[in-house]
């Protein structure tokens, strides 16, 4: 089972040559070739959404109860439906009113959401929860008040669960914390595997494929999953790279269940 989460960079004229309609081939281009079962992605505004669900036959994206919004950036999973079947799921807002649109509350810049889907798998004939969400970037209570939320979320789900994102925030931050037991059931992927802490597990490289800032872009998953491989992704064309994160893949299996990323 192949998890890739990839922080899109929203729609922004003011990208100039990194603009979203000189990159949407190239995001399309590498999701085709690294064919993850469950693709999460960030910052996507509508028209990017539309532009991925037309560019890729083989998934459905999981837009529970979405209006057109052309300013909502909303986390977004892309399943695909040779290996899953959607069986429920829905959107809430990381606040204190999570039903409330864009609710947000304590020094968050802009509204969070964490979106889940619960899937089938059609080859293993096993049940699961994922997830994709993106914390803030500038509020520092807010962020970790949106960890606790979606650590609260992982608390309820009664499925095994793999939570993917851009968390906005280091692997020793207390939003990491926050979400590894013994809070949660959760193991970061990264780790796991012992993979090395520093610049060259960052994800965040503003188009110029250095990176930078930290390693931001995780995937967690509960302890019902082996985590056999683990990459970042730094795929361009020429120097010309399609969103100012790289993205971060997990080759995953069932336990008890022989390798296969299929």
């Known amino acids: 089972m192949r998890v890739i989460t990839f922080n899109l960079r929203f729609e922004n004229d003011r990208d100039g040559e990194n603009a979203w309609e000189n990159r949407r081939d190239q995001v ?12 999460g992605t ?57 039903e409330i649109h864009m609710s947000k509350d304590w020094d968050s810049a802009f509204p969070r959401m964490l979106s889940y889907a619960h899937l089938s798998d059609k080859i293993r004939g096993k049940t699961l929860c ?3 969400t993106h914390l803030d970037h500038k509020g520092t209570e807010a ?8 650590a609260d979320w992982v608390s309820r789900v009664d499925s095994p669960v793999v939570l993917m994102g851009d968390f ?4 020793d931050s ?14 970061d992927t990264w780790q796991v595997l ?11 490289h503003g188009f110029k494929g250095v990176p930078q800032v930290a390693r931001m872009d995780w995937i967690l998953v509960s302890p019902d999953f082996r985590v056999e491989d683990a990459a970042i992704l730094h795929d361009h064309v020429e120097g010309f790279y399609p969103s100012d994160h790289f993205p971060y893949m997990a080759d995953l299996t069932w336990r008890g269940s022989t390798f296969s990323t299929s």
């Not at 399309?28 to 693709?39: E, F, K, R, S, V």
């Not at 012992?194 to 965040?204: L, R, S, V």
């Open 194 to 204: 012992k993979k090395t802490e520093g610049p060259a597990g960052f994800t965040h």
């Open 143 to 150: 962020r970790y008040n949106q960890a606790k939320i979606v």
């Open 42 to 98: 960030q910052e996507g505004k509508w028209n990017q959404l539309m532009d991925l669900q037309e560019g890729l036959p083989d998934y459905r994206a999981h837009l529970p109860d979405r209006e057109p919004d052309p300013v909502v950036q909303s986390p977004t999973l892309f399943i695909k439906k040779s290996r899953f079947d959607i069986t429920g799921g829905r959107d809430f807002w990381l606040s204190t009113t999570p």
């Open 28 to 39: 399309i281009d590498i999701i085709h070739a690294y064919q993850p079962d469950i693709l």
């Open 174 to 187: 207390g939003v990491h914390r926050v979400l590894m037991p013994p809070e949660t059931v959760l193991s």
């Open 168 to 171: 906005n925030d280091s692997p």
């Open 130 to 132: 994922a997830g994709v």
